[in-house]
């Protein structure tokens, strides 16, 4: 069974700090990696999704890599404000007969302070 | 840019009684799931359905049905709700494989049953 772990839990870091949220998993026969926010009371918002052939992706500050081989991945968020202030998931999907699963880490808790 | 919306977001009901969880996509995707979150379980596959017409038991099923009404649709009712199942419920879609399979979630509800 696949397991996903993100560490740390929580994090609280000044503005403008270059932070590093960790991801791991223990199955690497994975399809994609994707990185998701989730501010509180609010559902989940894609950020970033690295296919199993790919080694990294970027949007604006955002950065995650993929290593397949060790099941790690992170987000490297560059410059942080204090609107970035919220919970990052990563979740691991494979492939069965019946489609796309994906399995979740537990999340990182990101707190960004003016 | 509808993406996914789910209906109600917020719902409190007493033990017994059963309620239907609406979904909808617009993003013709044939991949539907329904998760639930708790806090300290992280988020959990309830079911999920591969393309119209199918659908399977993910990691938590019990006490809960299902109906894919067709690609746009997939429903998740509860027939008689017990405090365990108060949680915020997430319906998510995707793509194929070989297709983009980004993930994408609706906004949750909010069940808390009394």
């Known amino acids: 069974k696949q397991e996903v772990t993100q560490i740390p839990a929580a994090l609280s870091v000044p503005e403008g700090e270059n932070l590093v949220l960790n991801c791991s998993f223990t199955?690497?026969?994975?399809?994609?990696l994707q990185w998701f926010r989730q501010d509180p009371g609010k559902g989940l918002t894609s950020l970033l999704l690295?296919?199993?052939?790919?080694r990294e992706q970027t949007s604006g500050r955002l950065n995650a890599s993929l290593d397949k081989s060790s099941g790690r991945s992170t987000l490297y968020i560059a410059a942080s404000q204090p609107g970035d202030s919220a919970t990052y998931l990563c979740?691991?999907?494979?492939?069965?007969?019946?489609?796309?699963?994906?399995?979740f880490g537990g999340g990182t808790r990101l707190m960004v302070k003016p | 840019n509808a993406g996914v919306t789910q209906t109600p977001k917020f719902q409190v009901l007493k033990t017994g009684q059963s309620m239907t969880l609406q979904c909808a996509q617009d993003?013709?995707?044939?991949?539907m799931y329904w998760y639930r979150q708790d806090p300290g379980m992280g988020l959990r596959l309830i079911y999920y359905?591969?393309?119209?017409?199918?659908?399977d038991k993910g990691e938590v099923p019990n006490g809960y049905n299902v109906s894919r009404l067709n690609k746009r649709e997939f429903s998740l009712r509860l027939e008689s709700a017990a405090p365990s199942q108060t949680s915020v419920y997430f319906c998510?879609?995707?793509?194929?494989?070989?297709?983009?399979?980004?993930?994408?979630f609706g906004q949750g509800t909010r069940l808390t049953v009394v």
């Open positions: 998510a879609s995707s793509g194929n494989r070989g297709y983009s399979t980004e993930a994408f």
């Open positions: 979740a691991v999907s494979f492939w069965d007969n019946a489609g796309n699963m994906l399995t």
């Open positions: 690295i296919q199993s052939s790919q």
């Open positions: 359905s591969a393309s119209e017409g199918t659908t």
């Open positions: 993003m013709n995707h044939n991949s």
């Open positions: 199955d690497s026969a994975i399809y994609n």
